[in-house]
């Protein structure tokens, strides 16, 4: 779609805001090809289940993983393709302070600081923002044994700390979505999104679609 000068694309969200299905979707309606988040961490269960030290071990995988997908953007041109990420680099901080010690912290942003210079930025960001109710009952429909043993508190305080960063988040373009009633089988929806991609003009932009999803959550 010639409309969208966009390049780099960056989706991101909690879990269950279905930022891959978004990603995908934008691919084969605008082009571009889906970089898809690195969710396979061998210490995950054991942070689910709040063994000690498992918090920093798991944060310090992810964080490498990211890192090294995002070096690797680099080697390509992102004037030829473009790139449709479906996740932020910079996510990866909201959750290493909603999990890490004060400790843990000093470490890690030493790393952090090193990696987060050698990376490409997008030039626009999608934030998927979800409510806790549409979260928690996309949890109970959806997730898997891991996602439905997270504590509610643990849910509240990740979705305050996204709200937080996005709403302070001035390093590229914001489309903020309200996502509780976008249907994504919709096409009238995508298109509808589509549309508001090209036509912003200022940041952050709020687009609150109006949804044929809210029975089904309901």
């Known amino acids: 779609m010639d409309k ?3 390049k780099h694309i960056a989706i991101e969200g909690v879990l ?8 995908n979707i934008l691919a084969q309606r605008i082009g571009g090809k889906v970089v898809a988040d690195r ?7 054991e942070f689910y289940d709040e063994k000690e030290g498992a918090a920093f071990l798991t944060q310090l995988v992810f964080l490498v993983n990211r ?18 990420c479906d996740y932020l680099f910079e996510k990866d901080k909201i959750y290493a302070y909603q999990t890490l010690t004060d400790e843990e912290l000093v470490v890690y942003e030493k790393i952090y600081s090193v990696f987060s210079e050698r990376i490409t930025k997008p030039d626009l960001v999608i ?8 979260l928690m009952r996309r949890i109970v429909k959806y997730g898997n044994a891991v996602e439905k043993n997270i504590s509610d508190k643990f849910l509240e305080d990740i979705l305050e700390a996204f709200d937080y960063f996005f709403f302070n988040y001035k390093a590229a373009p914001l489309l903020v979505v309200r996502s509780d009633n976008l249907d994504f089988t919709q096409d009238e929806e995508i298109e509808d ?17 109006l949804g044929k999803a809210s029975k089904k959550e309901g």
């Open 4 to 6: 969208i000068e966009y």
């Open 16 to 23: 269950k805001s279905n930022k891959s299905q978004l990603a």
């Open 39 to 45: 969710t396979d961490n061998p210490y995950l269960k």
């Open 67 to 84: 890192y090294h997908q995002q070096y690797g953007l680099l080697q390509r041109s992102l004037f030829d393709e473009r790139i449709i």
């Open 127 to 134: 934030y998927l923002q979800l409510s806790l109710p549409v």
């Open 193 to 209: 999104l589509i549309e508001k991609i090209t036509q912003m003009k200022k940041s952050p932009l709020f687009y609150v679609p």
